[in-house]
């Protein structure tokens, strides 16, 4: 069912469930699904009604807590909420914010891949992990250009996003070849460049992304590769500035392996990892292409100074973004 017949509690579980997926796409999302609240749910009273929309933001943002992307969406869309005068105005507010924010995400998406495609070399043999929509674009858009060799996907295990990976290239043309997660050391010697999606970025220029990119990164060191991220602007975490870690989602064993099968095993699955700045050489967001430890401009760029400052922080963030 396409997520605008959904209800806004419906679009929260797919998220949970990951039936809806992908960094970007789960703020979009997440956004659309407060908006669609805001209009169910509108009453005469201010100070209720607002109270209602901060209490099912809360809700959105305990369904994933790693990409702040959701949390972006969330933000955004209730951003200047507290000073509308009506519930009227608030009401038009959201949805002028929600709609503006999924329109700069899918815009974002098509400069990034123009922006990819540019740096993608000709003749590429390239690498990627998981699923990540801007990472595809920009390949697809480089493929268009001629330029595409061959992709490396890795499966990306437990929950194998790399096959939606593989579908969506072979559909679009582009010569693709699946490899397992631990293929990426024997293969990475046929690497031109490592191109990868983001979930979060910190103010220390760290990629938090699908468990596994901060060993690709490793070895694409190892081997001099390029190791490049596809990330919005929306993607770099205002939270990290003020100290917060990125919470790193442990996700249900039973996407690694049917417990009842392994008696007295017990199972990790964390489904994030951290890449360390120095292993990444450029980030390619919709304002150009950056180095990680530019993540501080992003932020103020994309936020305001304000954000910046820990008292505004503590008054909840949503309030004049
Ligand atoms: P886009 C995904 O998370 C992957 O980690 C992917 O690299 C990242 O989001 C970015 O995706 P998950 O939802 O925003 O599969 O580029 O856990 O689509």
Known sequence: MSPEKLSPEEILEGIKKMTIRGAAEIGRKASLALRLFAEREFEADMVKYLAKLESFREKALATRPTAVTLW??????????????????????????????????????????????????????????????????????????????????TESRPKRQGWITVRQLAEKGVPVTMIVDPAVRYHMKRIDMVIVGADTIASNGAIINKIGTSQIALIAHERRVPFVVC???????????????????????????????????????????????????????????????????????????????????????????
């Open 72 to 153: 972006s969406g969330v933000t955004k869309t209730l951003a200047g909420a507290s000073a509308a005068n009506s519930s009227e105005e608030l009401l038009k507010l959201v949805k002028r914010n929600s709609e503006e924010f999924i329109e700069r995400s899918h815009r974002a998406v098509e400069i990034i891949a123009e922006m990819g495609a540019r740096r993608i070399p000709q003749d590429a043999v390239l690498l990627t992990t998981c699923n990540s929509t801007a990472a595809v674009a920009a390949i697809v858009k480089a493929h268009e250009q001629g330029k595409v060799k061959m992709v490396y996907a």
């Open 231 to 321: 990330a919005e602007t929306y993607k770099f975490s205002p939270r990290t500035f003020h100290g917060e870690m990125v919470p790193i989602e442990e996700r249900d064993p039973r996407e690694v392996i049917d417990p009842e099968k392994f008696p007295g095993v017990g199972v990790s699955n964390p489904v994030f990892d951290a890449t360390p700045a120095e292993y990444v050489d450029a980030i390619i967001t919709e304002v150009g292409i950056i180095p990680p430890f530019a993540a501080y401009e992003i932020v103020v760029h994309n936020f305001g100074l304000e954000i910046l400052r820990l008292e505004e922080s503590e008054k909840g963030m949503t309030d004049d973004l």
